[in-house]
């Protein structure tokens, strides 16, 4: 398969970093780093020639896999040519330890084989069953990212569609099309999704970009605590708490973008304490303003929550370097632009801003009014997500709790705020959208608490103002988005990154054992999450104790999973699979797609299945084309590619279906489109 070249570039790369004499941890954050914006520099390249087609990108990796083996060839010869000068060399002793020259130190040090052997410490039986868990947990991830189909609701709606509108084209430039997020969204988890898309020749492999993004992050956070001088007990802890975020968990197999931006974030991160506490360097600044913007380049809430850290970093290289910074900000300026700058074009020439939302979509999310009791609402609201329990009577007297103080305060609970018009606490929702993480909000708690009444952690300022910048990013996220009952999915990153926190604070208890049986819990805990996913259920979901049939990713047909997250489709009589037989049987192959969604943005626009099921049945020659678009994308359909397309049939799923259901024609172009077959919301024209 085409998809392995990409893999075996991937894996030179980490093989390069290590040769170089990096740890095997730091390979990985660096060649995940370099392989992203190999995957950026060749899709905005491609595309402007529009090459986006399976021999280009396939030349492009197999090109790439040459020059990487060459380089990794030429390496291993100079690292064999030092060990063979380290060994000819006399050695002189010292503390019973040989020691060479200060020269022969430098080549020492660069082998990676004696930086392993340094480095290496005897791990405990406890230590061995908890990296053993994290095998487990990140195998059983990887294994339900692997079997099921993506359906998670904004990858039916604009993730992977996208994807399908990129590969049609040839090209990333942006398209007509009714749902405007398809267009002005940060790209780079999709670019991703779409090499593998097309080398693999379908979608079997796209749920594991996030499920790589999981493993980085586990990788990333324990070198962060690392950096904030835990031991290997404590590194060990935080990965485990990074494995075991029950959100985490549920997107390590999703097409959903979280967990990519949230790897990017620890990426940032990391070199950031490792330019505070190791010193600045050209090449670390590189690799903080790449990972910075490739998280950009993943999702705008990204700077958010960078923002505090990136505030550290100018404050310490104000101290250390003086009026010398304006170097290190301008490299870094220039490297972000230069990732995120051929998106930001496309959506100023189209929208006029360089994040592009029109205002329609922007005030479903961006906070509108101000205030010190709107910040306290939106904080307790955004908690309240994590505090979510198995018993409805504890959810309800959490609600009520919430309620009496949001009356003390004056403030309503819903609405006034300018977020969602509904507000609960839910239960212990399996799903990647709406999941809490109880739990890992408890361990932050206690953390905090165990931080506060340990002088020697008090301190460790690094700790502190670490600890800090997270809550700074949580208030900043409070303060300047919209609260909603998805907002938890935003709040991964905040998790992920307080998991090196709780790990040093908790391998510092006195009591061994108590840490442990701690840790413990967690893995236990997400035994539930990783079977009973609620949209890919490895076991079963609650639909099953609803109806009693159990359906999962094993005994589900692959047509039907696409629809998890859409009971009201997923049956026998599936009014997108009946479509989808009306448009073979006429043999259509040119196809409109008119997906109005009056009074809602996302309700009606669940378009990717249309793909999938018109392909399987059409195969991958058909063309689809949304029109009767009204929005600010509509202006490209004037454009030679676009302006020529001549549907044979429409497909129509809207909103307006509901409502008219008499509706008989759809006139386009001078041609007119009978209506000819109909079901729930959608209908066929001809």
């Not at 020269?103 to 004696?114: D, G, H």
């Not at 009791?373 to 307790?380: A, P, T």
Request: aromatic share 12%; proline share 3%; hydrophobic share 45%.
């Amino acid at each position: 398969m085409l998809v392995i070249i990409p893999l075996i570039g991937l894996f030179l790369l980490y093989l390069i970093w290590l040769q170089r004499g990096k740890p095997w941890r730091e390979s990985v954050l660096l060649s995940t780093i370099a392989f992203a914006l190999l995957i950026t520099a060749s899709t905005e390249v491609l595309s402007l020639f529009s090459l986006i087609n399976t021999t280009a990108i396939a030349a492009f990796w197999s090109i790439t896999c040459i020059v990487l083996a060459w380089l990794y060839y030429q390496q291993r010869q100079q690292v064999k040519s030092k060990k063979s000068k380290y060994y000819s060399e006399p050695l002189i002793a010292n503390n019973n330890f040989k020691y060479q020259s200060n020269t022969s130190n430098t080549i020492i040090a660069s082998l990676p084989e004696l930086e392993i052997a340094k480095s290496h410490s005897r791990l405990s039986s406890i230590s061995k069953l908890f990296l053993g868990s994290i095998g487990v947990i990140v195998a059983v991830v990887g294994a339900v990212a692997t079997i099921a189909p993506p359906n998670n609701w904004d990858s039916m709606t604009y993730h992977m569609t996208r994807i399908m509108h990129w590969m049609q084209n040839g090209s990333i430039a942006h398209y007509p099309t009714n749902y405007p997020p398809q267009l002005y969204h940060p790209p780079f988890a999709e670019y991703a999704i779409m090499h593998l898309q097309i080398l693999s020749g379908g979608d079997r492999l796209a749920n594991l970009v996030q499920w790589l993004a999981m493993v980085g992050s586990i990788v990333a956070t324990s070198l962060i605590a690392k950096q904030l001088g835990a031991n290997q007990r404590g590194q060990i802890f935080t990965a485990v708490i990074t494995a075991t975020i029950p959100m985490g968990i549920l997107q390590g197999s999703s097409t959903q973008n979280d967990y990519v931006v949230a790897f990017w974030l620890t990426c940032v991160v990391y070199y950031i304490l490792v330019a505070i506490t190791e010193g600045f360097t050209q090449g670390n600044d590189f690799k903080i303003a790449a990972s910075f913007g490739l998280g950009m380049f993943t999702k705008t809430t990204a700077s958010l929550f960078a923002f505090p850290f990136l505030v550290w970093l100018f404050y310490v290289g104000l101290k250390r370097l003086g009026w010398k910074i304006w170097q290190l900000f301008l490299t870094m300026a220039i490297v972000v632009n230069a990732v995120v700058l051929g998106h930001y074009l496309r959506n100023f020439q189209l929208f006029g801003s360089i994040l592009g939302a029109p205002p329609k979509f922007t005030a479903e999310y961006k906070a509108e009014i101000f205030g010190i009791r709107i910040l306290i609402s939106n904080i307790v609201k955004n908690l309240s997500i994590h505090l979510g329990t198995p018993i409805p009577k504890i959810n309800n007297a959490i609600e009520q709790v919430i309620q009496q103080f949001h009356n003390f305060i004056g403030i309503e609970l819903a609405g006034e705020t300018g977020s969602s018009t509904f507000f609960w606490v839910s239960s212990l929702i399996n799903q990647e959208d709406m999941a809490g993480n109880f739990l890992h909000l408890l361990f932050i708690a206690l953390s905090i608490i165990i931080f506060l009444s340990n002088k020697k952690l008090r301190r460790k300022a690094n700790l502190k103002i670490y600890a800090g910048a997270i809550i700074i990013g949580f208030v900043l996220f409070c303060t300047l988005v919209k609260f909603q009952q998805f907002n938890g999915r935003h709040h991964l990153v905040l998790f992920i990154l307080f998991a090196p926190f709780i790990g040093y604070c908790l391998s510092t208890i006195n009591s061994k054992a108590i840490a442990s049986i701690a840790i413990s819990l967690l893995i236990v805990a997400s035994i539930p999450w990783l079977l009973f996913n609620e949209t890919r259920p490895l076991i079963a979901n609650s639909h099953a104790f609803r109806t009693g049939k159990v359906e999962n990713i094993i005994n589900t047909p692959r047509i039907e999973q696409y629809f998890f997250n859409r009971w009201d489709l997923k049956s026998s009589d599936n009014s997108y699979i009946q479509a989808a037989e009306q448009i073979k049987d006429r043999e259509c192959f040119q196809i409109g797609l008119s997906l109005k969604s009056p009074g809602t943005i996302s309700n009606y626009n669940w378009e990717y299945p249309l793909w999938i099921l018109l392909q399987e049945k059409l195969g991958s020659n058909i063309q689809m084309q949304h029109v009767e678009v009204d929005n600010d994308s509509s202006n490209l359909q004037t454009k030679n590619t676009y302006r020529d397309f001549e549907p044979s049939c429409i497909v129509s799923v809207n909103a307006d279906n509901l409502n008219n259901e008499n509706a008989k024609s759809i006139t386009l172009n001078n041609k007119t489109y009978s209506h000819q077959w109909s079901d729930k919301t959608i209908k066929v024209f001809y």
